[in-house]
């Protein structure tokens, strides 16, 4: 009888080890190298984003986490502006490089005084002044904006009243601006002083000495009647003419012309204006009918120098100053204009 005896294998294959150069069951790659950087893992898992291996030339960094707005992406791309991610230290990310909309591409939030300007802004000049063209609100600077804007205003109050201390078109009160500010009685805007309103912003009145047109045939600047313009100016005969004691001076003389108080006149308008001008001397021989320039009234009557020394006065001509000794000189008195003679 035969006997067979059975044999039994006892031989075993050793399990896969990731690293051994051979891909086994389970791997997806076996490189057999120690080298974690490159496309096959220390694991045996081929390498890619998000594995928390960085992947030398391929990935710039691999924090194998989830999380897209950290230092890493999970694009496996360093964070920066303009990813389109907001990462750590930006306050947004639009990923242009618009910045005119609500992202810079510096990427901050817009805001007014950041030098660019967006929607909503009239200007953005990146200061807070608010004496330039552009306020610190980002509105374009404006008469009216209650901010004086240097080298353009005089004044900015930011009120729509005219007569205050700042007109409506930023510019200090004066007379002469159209506007009829507090002390003034009228402003017409022009330097004419023959109408309404004349250019010391003063209302045209009969005695200021500028004649109204259409209104006043005369002005003398004063409001006495009998001097050729009356008192409510109109122009008067000539009041000398119909004087008996008064006739036209006809000659004229290069001396001989007096005050008769030195103490009050020493001019000949104040002589006249004071009553106490004459002509003449009769000892030069000099005519009692002249005068400086041959024009004037002298009196009819002839009167004679006393008291000459005291107060007598040269005016004008070749002799000015004190009377010299002229007692007994016969003179006439003498006034100036046809208006001004009067009852001696």
Request: hydrophobic share 25%; charged share 25%; with cysteine.
């Amino acid at each position: 009888m035969t006997t067979t005896s059975a044999v039994t294998d006892t031989s075993t294959s050793a399990p896969g080890v990731c690293g051994d150069g051979e891909v086994d069951d389970g791997e997806e790659c076996d490189d057999g190298n120690g080298e974690d950087g490159d496309d096959c893992t220390n694991a045996c898992t081929a390498a890619k984003c998000g594995d928390g291996v960085q992947q030398a030339g391929a990935e710039e960094c691999d924090d194998g986490n989830g999380e897209d707005g950290d230092d890493c992406t999970n694009a496996c791309t360093a964070a920066k502006c303009g990813d389109g991610i907001v990462g750590p230290g930006e306050a947004c990310d639009d990923g242009n490089a618009d910045d005119t909309d609500a992202c810079t591409s510096a990427c901050a939030a817009v805001t007014c005084g950041d030098g660019q300007p967006q929607e909503g802004e009239e200007c953005d000049d990146g200061n807070a002044v608010d004496t330039d063209a552009c306020l610190s609100t980002c509105k374009n600077a404006s008469c009216g904006d209650g901010k004086v804007q240097a080298g353009i205003e005089e004044c900015d109050d930011g009120n729509a009243i005219d007569p205050d201390l700042c007109t409506n078109a930023c510019e200090l009160p004066k007379c002469g601006d159209s506007i009829v500010q507090a002390g003034e009685a009228c402003d017409d805007g022009n330097a004419i002083d023959t109408d309404a309103c004349l250019p010391n912003c003063e209302e045209a009145s009969c005695g200021d000495g500028k004649v109204q047109a259409g209104v006043e045939a005369c002005d003398d600047g004063n409001v006495v009647s009998n001097d050729g313009c009356s008192a409510t100016c109109t122009v008067e005969a000539n009041v000398c003419a119909t004087n008996p004691k008064w006739m036209p001076v006809n000659c004229s003389t290069p001396k001989w012309v007096w005050s008769s108080d030195s103490a009050l006149a020493t001019t000949l308008a104040a002589a006249n204006a004071q009553k106490l001008l004459w002509a003449g001397c009769s000892h030069a021989p000099a005519d009692s009918t002249c005068s400086l320039d041959g024009t004037g009234w002298v009196s009819t009557q002839v009167f004679t120098m006393s008291g000459c020394n005291a107060s007598w006065y040269h005016l004008g001509g070749e002799y000015t100053g004190a009377c010299g000794g002229h007692d007994g000189d016969q003179v006439r008195r003498l006034v100036l204009g046809p208006n001004d003679c009067y009852d001696y």
